[in-house]
Antibody, heavy 116, light 107 residues
Framework: EVQLVESGGGLVKPGGSLRLSCTAS????????MNWVRQAPGKGLEWVAT????????YYADSMRGRFTISRDNAKNSLYLQMNSLRVDDTAVYSC?????????WGQGTLVTVSS | AIQMTQSPSSLSAFVGDRVTITCRAS??????LGWYQQKPGKAPNLLIY???TLQSGVPSRFSASGSGTEFTLIISSLQPEDSATYYC?????????FGQGTKVEIK
């Protein structure tokens, strides 16, 4: 069974930093592209970033480029999102998702709240 | 960036009704489109990939079609458990973009 479990969310002040982690199981993590997707409270889905299976290709949404860094450790079956210079409008549930072109599995997400 | 315009934003229908949701891409995306169902407090669930292929385990009352810029999700006979928000996602080119969502309610 494919499982994606996120951690690392919490309350942070504007301008602060947070590092999210996602632990994958139930599939060969090193062969899949992975992504982060977020959803602000009561709002729609927003793609954040993509990393290819061997980290050769990395893409970011415009509003997050330069502030967020996606990375992975295939030996640990883990995906990360380093978030710096956080803003109030970054408040959302951040989910780790699998796929390239099609997202086929989602984690339950971790809540990031940016507030003073 | 490719914009995905999804309509309607919400709809209300009776059990047994046929429901149609549309996504329009601002430029051609071939068939790199997926449809997702999200229930409150839950992660989205993949219904359709490659514009028209039903994901394993998804009821056959869900179908979809389209290519290029116009895509349609159809629920042939709406069931109470289909009450949810539906999203399309284009995966043709980065940045990937979702439609705004369609909230489906049961009358």
């Amino acid at each position: 069974e494919v499982q994606l479990v996120e951690s690392g969310g919490g309350l942070v002040k504007p301008g602060g930093s947070l590092r999210l982690s996602c632990t994958a199981s139930g599939f060969t993590f090193s062969t899949y592209s992975m992504n982060w997707v977020r959803q602000a409270p009561g709002k729609g889905l927003e793609w954040v970033a993509t990393i290819s299976s061997s980290s050769n290709y990395i893409y970011y949404a415009d509003s997050m480029r330069g502030r967020f860094t996606i990375s992975r450790d295939n030996a640990k079956n883990s995906l990360y999102l380093q978030m710096n210079s956080l803003r109030v409008d970054d408040t959302a549930v951040y989910s780790c998702v699998r796929g390239w072109g099609t997202i086929d599995y989602w984690g339950q997400g971790t809540l990031v709240t940016v507030s003073s | 960036a490719i914009q995905m315009t999804q309509s309607p934003s919400s709809l209300s229908a009776f059990v047994g009704d046929r429901v149609t949701i549309t996504c329009r891409a601002s430029q051609g995306i071939k068939n790199y489109l997926g449809w997702y169902q999200q229930k409150p407090g839950k992660a989205p669930n993949l219904l359709i990939y490659a514009a028209s292929t039903l994901q394993s385990g998804v009821p056959s009352r869900f179908s979809a079609s389209g290519s290029g810029t116009e895509f349609t999700l159809i629920i042939s006979s709406l069931q109470p458990e289909d009450s949810a928000t539906y999203y399309c996602l284009q995966g043709d080119s980065h940045p990937w973009t979702f439609g705004q969502g369609t909230k489906v309610e049961i009358k």
